[in-house]
T-cell receptor, first 112, second 114 residues
Framework: NAGVTQTPKFQVLKTGQSMTLQCAQD?????MYWYRQDPGMGLRLIYY???????DKGEVPNGYNVSRLNKREFSLRLESAAPSQTSVYFC???????????FGPGTRLTVT | AQSVAQPEDQVNVAEGNPLTVKCTYS??????LFWYVQYPNRGLQFLLK??????LVKGSYGFEAEFNKSQTSFHLKKPSALVSDSALYFC????????????FGTGTRLKVLA
């Protein structure tokens, strides 16, 4: 089992560019999450998906969109990147919910 | 507003000494409480959780935590620290009555000195 995988590991964007962060899990979990981690701020929830076909906003959804493509995959899209979106992004999954979450290795994104 | 607080940015402890990493919470309803550890350039790894039952919870790598409802705390402890325990520790809380499901503290960096 690979657990939770994320691509890419690193990305540098210019302001205004768009990109999609990919996440997949092979544990047959219903719930999936996207977080961003910034120094001194812990993890903040961007979006989550309680099941295939559903998504909900978290604490900091502005500037992001998500797609729950199927049970395995949950992608995060930045339509027009801004320097304030420079962060480390983590995908996680869990089941049943609420319960411990399994995290991916993260994507380090820099927006210049 | 619901919140999780980790009052210490960093905790230093000598190897072999007991360690405590503090966490307090403020949520409505019955909380589900978690501790995670993060090593450099890695994702978070689950350590332990409190859902219901005994207030003292045992987890991975010899860690334990005590749920104290009256003090709304869930402190992480270990009787004897190892240098390899040095990492970033996050407390998290979850309640089904919130707008979103998981709230993380800001993290505490644990440094175990040889």
């Amino acid at each position: 089992n690979a657990g939770v995988t994320q691509t890419p590991k690193f990305q540098v964007l210019k302001t205004g560019q768009s990109m999609t962060l990919q996440c997949a899990q092979d544990m047959n979990h219903n719930s999936m999450y996207w977080y961003r981690q910034d120094p001194g701020m812990g993890l903040r929830l961007i979006y989550y998906s309680a099941s295939e076909g559903t998504t909900d906003k978290g604490e900091v959804p502005n500037g992001y969109n998500v797609s729950r493509l199927n049970k395995r995959e949950f992608s995060l899209r930045l339509e027009s990147a801004a320097p304030s979106q420079t962060s480390v992004y983590f995908c996680a999954s869990s089941d049943p919910d609420p319960d411990e979450q399994y995290f991916g290795p993260g994507t380090r994104l820099t927006v210049t | 507003a619901q919140s999780v607080a980790q009052p210490e940015d960093q905790v230093n402890v000598a190897e072999g000494n007991p360690l405590t990493v503090k966490c307090t919470y403020s949520v409505s309803g019955n909380p589900y409480l978690f501790w995670y550890v993060q090593y450099p350039n890695r994702g978070l790894q689950f350590l332990l959780k409190y859902i219901t039952g005994d207030n003292l919870v045992k987890g991975s790598y010899g860690f334990e935590a005590e749920f104290n409802k009256s003090q709304t705390s869930f402190h992480l402890k270990k009787p004897s620290a190892l240098v390899s325990d040095s990492a970033l520790y996050f407390c998290a809380c979850c309640t089904t009555s919130g707008t979103y499901k998981y709230i993380f503290g800001t993290g505490t960096r644990l440094k175990v000195l040889a």
